[in-house]
């Protein structure tokens, strides 16, 4: 298929900065292969992908990839077609407490609603992969005299994405100026070992609460890594975890995990894991992934038996891309007491979020039902919401972040469905044209930002690098996810999420099953581009006004 | 944190002068120095005074809302009229109804005349009769900047308090020059009342030029005091000048200005400026400095600042200051601080905020010490925190000028202090 293609050097792709060419072999591979399966072979788009692997990929890499096509046994779906049916009422409430645990999470599921992967082939039960409504109660031991302090969250929700502890951008009174946001809050270790080896002896009694200043009817979820960071140097070994952190490599045990989370009380604890930094599928290898999941049970082992402080665990969920060890890791999970939900962060993988999505229901069919579940790399609204519908719970708060450090105000609305309705997700305020358009973000919104100030000065804060750009866009931003969730929970009340997911996918012109790459202008006709795709901006590109790292924030679009 | 109650029970003003954009009233004398505290009715705001105004350049200050402003009890703030007149410019500023609306602060307003950044930032600016000529940055083509264009651009921008364009020579520079400065900017000033659209709306205010000699000082302060304006600023200091010879400008043109307006000293924000020209007769001060050094990570605080990055910080548990009570310090540690300044843009805000309750508050603490008049024993006591037993001679030497003596104990404190050689400090690096 490659007689008639002039092999020259492929061209300077933004999404792939880095020297090391391998995950853009990868994309640009699984690109055409997509391409061609959607248009066919004579589709003269899917020709640049073509191109662009056949420069980068070394000829065995390729032999091999055609082979496992060949085989059927290439990580695609091949028969996905789009059948979202109404969720039945089941409403098999599930009333799950854990015994050692302080965290109880009830739950009303409905029939799957989302098709199971052909290459899913075990058999997956009903509740295991449908969407659930329902709400996480964390019952915390406090010294003080007010007794046990009970926090809860609604799911399925969001959980605040912070940097060093805090929303990005937005102090304490800021962030109260967001109203109804969910009470949880997600904070990464990795923020806070710029110093040393992980001791918080001199945060005091009242732990990680205390330090960041957190409300403490806030949900506290510690975490290792920054969801938003997709690739690292560190390396784990058998007995640490390697995190990067500004100071440099640090070593992360169990031990030394458990005494973390002792002195930072945490209600829900994400335990060390040895996570798995492979973009290609085909070619990680087995032994790595297996003892990727050995490792990681042994930690969660050790944690469990050295840590003084019980808080809720969340055990991470392994196994790559590879469905049988998937499968291994959850059952080892299920046979481990005092675990209250599962996270999926294993997920660093270059595959579409369709596919990776398949990877997690097929660990959930292994896996208890009646706990909750978080993912990770799952914040884009069109993610979140196919996310949501294969039963996760939880996701970050990451994509309005992503969406504030672009200069970009959100205008999606989950229940739009006319054509009336606008099918831009986003309003670019460095256009020119904001320059004396005196409007708020979007007419009518709520939010402090566009209460009190308008396209015209956020646009000019943007252009003369002031902070305060950040500040109002997140805050606006931050108001709209919140505003989403709510509508999928309402969405998820009345029993109609399959549909109105559909609609809203198709609505802002999302391929409803396999969303095309940031830059892939061609998979579908109809989708001309990412809406939704801040987030792989983000991963290459630090753009905050304060970074000191200059990097052209924007590219005015060649009209 | 606010200022609602500091004059109360003092409703009878000692002086008071009245001008159609500003009323201005004396409300207190310090009985020993020639410090006073006054409230000024601006079009959109009452300032109280002395008065320290964060600098908001682009018109917004470093990543704080408005309404994080007020709370921080800013009555005044700065934009910067070079700065604003290229981005977004004046066409703009009109359509958006001023600077005001555009940024949505309600309170005071002050603009100055842009001639500052032509001289400072650009380097082949030429100065001639007409105006100041230099290249612009942007395109490469030679504008020129008169005085009338800079009032033009502030009648635009709407500030309660505009600043006429003066003909600025470095306090360092000596000779002809300053002299012939002096005189330009007495017959600017007189163009640029001419060319004020809104006098009923906006005040503009000369500034008291001459370098660093006494005798074109008082001859400029002199000439000015004739124009009878709202208000006067001191110019043309805070350059890198011998401190001897600041406090000696200052003291002199507040000497000269009318008793019953407003004297700005610009350019001034440490803490020990601050208090020292108080004593002088100042009322209004502006300073990039406490937000500026908030971005490197440097707290405020009266003995001095805390550079937060360094490793000592790491396990210190205290707030920056156990005294303050602004929103950073009831609710963070030093070792928390330590962690986040200069990595995220919060750490920065959070400095930001409390370096402008800092400043706000050491204005506060000496308005109550005038309206009390017990300001020489705050200055001792601010001196002794802020240096133990050595003060700079030009402290002493200043002070000293307004009755003050620093190296003698009086009846309310036993400090004394010993003046030592430190009259070219810049940067406080304590």
Redesign the interface.
């Known amino acids: 298929m490659s007689e008639s293609i002039k092999v020259k050097t492929a061209p300077f792709d933004a999404r792939f900065p880095n020297v090391n060419q391998t995950k853009r072999c990868w994309q640009n591979y699984f690109d055409y292969t997509k391409c061609v399966e959607a248009k066919g072979e004579d589709f003269a788009p899917c020709k640049q992908f073509l191109r662009a692997y056949t420069t980068l990929c070394p000829s065995e890499w390729v032999e091999n990839w055609d082979n496992l096509k060949d085989n059927g046994t290439f990580p695609m779906a091949k028969d996905a077609n789009l059948s979202l049916r109404q969720p039945l009422s089941m409403n098999t409430s599930v009333r799950a407490i854990s015994r050692k645990m302080s965290l109880h999470f009830e739950f009303t599921a409905t029939k799957a609603a989302m098709p199971n992967a052909a290459s899913s082939s075990s058999s997956s039960s009903i509740a295991s992969s449908a969407p659930r409504i329902g709400k996480i109660l964390v019952s915390r031991e406090t010294e003080d005299q007010q007794g046990p302090l009970a926090v809860s969250l609604q799911t399925p929700n969001f959980l605040k994405y912070t940097r060093h502890g805090l929303q990005p951008h937005l102090v304490r009174e800021m962030a109260a100026e967001l109203g109804s946001m969910p009470k949880a809050t997600r904070i990464q270790l990795e923020d806070f070992l710029a110093d040393d080896t992980p001791d918080f002896s001199r945060v005091g009694e009242q732990g990680m609460h205390g330090f960041v200043a957190l409300d403490r009817s806030e949900m506290l979820v510690l975490d290792t890594l920054d969801p938003t960071v997709v690739s690292r140097s560190a390396k784990s070994s058998n007995s640490f975890m390697g995190i990067d952190s500004e100071g440099g490599t640090r070593r992360l045990t169990a031990e030394n995990f458990a005494r973390v989370t002792d002195q930072l009380k945490p209600d829900i604890v994400v335990p060390l894991a040895d996570y798995v930094e492979e973009p290609l599928p085909s070619l990680t290898q087995g032994k790595r992934i297996s003892k990727s999941i050995s490792r990681s049970a042994k930690w969660l082992e050790e944690y469990l038996a050295k840590r003084q402080h019980q808080p809720a665990v969340f055990a991470p969920v392994m196994g790559s891309h590879s469905l049988e060890l998937r499968e291994i890791s959850a059952r080892k999970i299920e046979a481990m007491d005092g675990i209250s939900g599962y996270a999926f962060n294993d997920i660093s993988l270059a595959l579409p979020f369709e596919h990776k999505l398949r990877l997690v229901q097929h660990s959930l069919s292994e896996l208890s039902a009646s706990k909750p579940r978080y993912m990770a790399g799952a914040s884009a609204p069109d993610d979140a919401v196919r996310a949501i519908l294969a039963g996760i719970d939880l996701v970050d708060s990451s994509y309005p972040y992503a969406v504030t450090e672009q200069g970009l105000a959100s205008t999606y609305d989950f229940s739009a469905c006319s054509s009336e309705d606008s099918s831009a997700a986003h309003l670019d305020l460095w256009q020119k044209s904001m320059f004396e358009n005196f409007r708020p973000l979007v007419d009518g919104c709520q939010c402090f930002t566009c209460r009190n100030h308008t396209r015209s000065y956020i646009h000019h804060l943007l252009m003369t690098k002031e902070m305060l750009s950040t500040v109002l866009l997140q805050i606006h931003n931050m108001h709209y996810y919140q505003r989403f969730f709510e509508a999928i929970r309402a969405s998820l009340a009345r029993g109609t999420l399959a549909q109105d997911a559909k609609r809203f996918l198709e609505h802002y012109c999302c391929d409803p099953f396999d969303r095309p790459a940031a830059g892939a202008e061609v998979a579908t006709a109809s989708c001309t581009k990412n809406v939704f795709g801040e987030l792989e901006t983000l991963a290459i590109q630090e753009c905050s006004p304060t970074t000191k790292i200059q990097r052209k924030r924007h590219v005015e679009p060649a009209v | 944190m606010t200022t609602s109650d500091e004059f109360a029970g003092l409703s009878k003003p000692l002086e008071t002068s009245n001008s159609p954009a500003l009323r201005f009233e004396v409300l207190a004398r310090c009985s020993t120095t020639k410090a006073r505290a006054s409230k000024m009715h601006l079009p959109h705001y009452t300032a109280h005074t002395p008065m320290f105004m964060p600098v908001g350049t ?11 402003l007020e ?1 921080l009890d800013c009555h005044v703030i700065l934009g910067n009229t070079y ?1 604003l007149g290229s ?2 410019g004046p066409e ?1 500023l009109d ?2 109804g001023g600077l005001h609306k ?3 602060w309600n309170r005071g307003l002050l603009t100055d005349s842009g001639g500052f950044q032509m001289v400072s930032l650009l380097k082949l600016a030429n100065i001639t009769e007409e105006g100041v000529e230099f290249e612009n940055p942007h395109d490469g083509k030679k504008m020129m900047l008169t005085p009338e264009m800079s009032i033009g651009l502030q009648n635009s921008i709407g500030a309660d308090i505009m600043m006429q364009l003066d003909d600025v020579v470095s306090s360092l520079t000596t000779g002809p020059r300053v002299e012939e400065a002096m005189w330009r900017s007495v017959r600017w000033l007189d163009r640029s009342i001419k060319a004020h659209k809104r006098p009923t709306e906006q005040n503009l205010f000369p500034i008291v030029q001459g370098g660093l000699d006494e005798r074109l000082r008082t001859l400029s302060a002199k000439e000015l005091v004739k124009r009878d304006s709202p208000g006067y600023a001191i110019g043309g200091l805070s350059g890198g000048e011998a401190k001897g010879s600041f406090w000696r400008m200052v003291t002199l043109s507040t000497d000269i200005l009318p008793t019953n307006k407003p004297r700005y000293c610009m350019g001034v924000g440490y803490a020990e400026d601050l208090v020292v020209c108080s004593a002088l007769g100042v009322d209004m001060y502006d300073c990039v400095f406490p937000t500026r050094t908030a ?1 490197f990570g440097n707290a405020l605080v009266r003995t001095g600042s805390l550079a937060l990055r360094q ?1 000592r910080f ?2 210190d ?1 205290d707030p920056i200051d156990k005294d303050c009570d602004c ?2 310090c009831k ?3 030093r ?2 601080l ?3 300044v200069t ?8 400095i930001t ?1 409390h370096n402008i309750a800092f400043q706000m508050r050491l204005m506060r603490d000496i308005r109550r010490a005038i309206v009390e008049d017990r300001f020489p024993l705050f200055i001792r006591e601010f001196m002794q925190t802020r240096f133990g037993k050595t003060v700079p001679l030009w402290i002493v030497e200043a002070l000293r000028s307004v009755n003050v003596d620093l190296t003698v104990a009086d009846k309310s404190s036993s400090y004394t202090a010993v003046p030592i050689d430190g009259d070219s400090q810049k940067e406080p690096s304590y």
Do not use: E, N, V
């Not at chain 2, 682009?58 to 994080?68: F, L, R, V």
């Not at chain 2, 990595?343 to 959070?350: A, I, Q, R």
């Open positions: 682009m018109g917004s200050i470093k990543g704080i809302t408005t309404k994080q709370a700065h981005r977004p703009l359509s958006a555009f940024m949505a971005r490793g790491k396990d548990m929103p950073t609710a963070y540690s070792a928390y330590h962690t986040t990595k995220d843009t919060t750490g920065c805000h959070l905020i």
